[in-house]
């Protein structure tokens, strides 16, 4: 009886576990999290398409990407955060195209100009 009753609590732990995993992933969808920055342009079964604009002294909420591509509308100056704490400064410039490996980060408009971006992201 003993081994039913802790077999059917990690049973619920790791089901409470799972819901919990599902929903911070979930909170991690760029879209989601930083619906003030960005409209989804284009979302289809091959690549979701995003227009991001950060004024001069805005910041995201932490957030996850697939592979992407960055293609910079308008540049500026950025601070990135990485989740493990690590950050890198980076100059965006007009016309830029960057393409990047799955990150989850969130990043800062540091300079004096708006940033817009449009990123693709690659679904598998």
Not at 6 to 12: D, H, K, P, Q
Not at 21 to 26: D, F, Q, V, W
Not at 43 to 68: C, I, T
């Amino acid at each position: 009886m003993k081994r039913l009753g802790v077999l059917l609590s990690g049973i619920a732990v790791g089901g409470l576990l799972f819901v919990a995993g599902y929903r911070l992933a979930e909170a991690q969808d760029p879209v989601q999290v930083n619906a003030k920055f960005i409209k989804v342009k284009l979302d289809n079964s091959r690549v979701r398409v995003f227009e991001s604009v950060l004024q001069p002294g805005e910041k995201e909420e932490m957030h996850s990407h697939p592979a992407y591509i960055t293609y910079v509308v308008a540049g500026g100056k950025l601070r990135n955060h990485l989740a493990d704490g690590k950050t890198a400064e980076a100059e965006l410039k007009t016309g830029d195209v960057l393409f990047r490996e799955p990150l989850t980060h969130w990043a800062e408009n540091i300079g004096t100009t708006p940033i817009d971006v449009l990123i693709v992201e690659l679904k598998k």
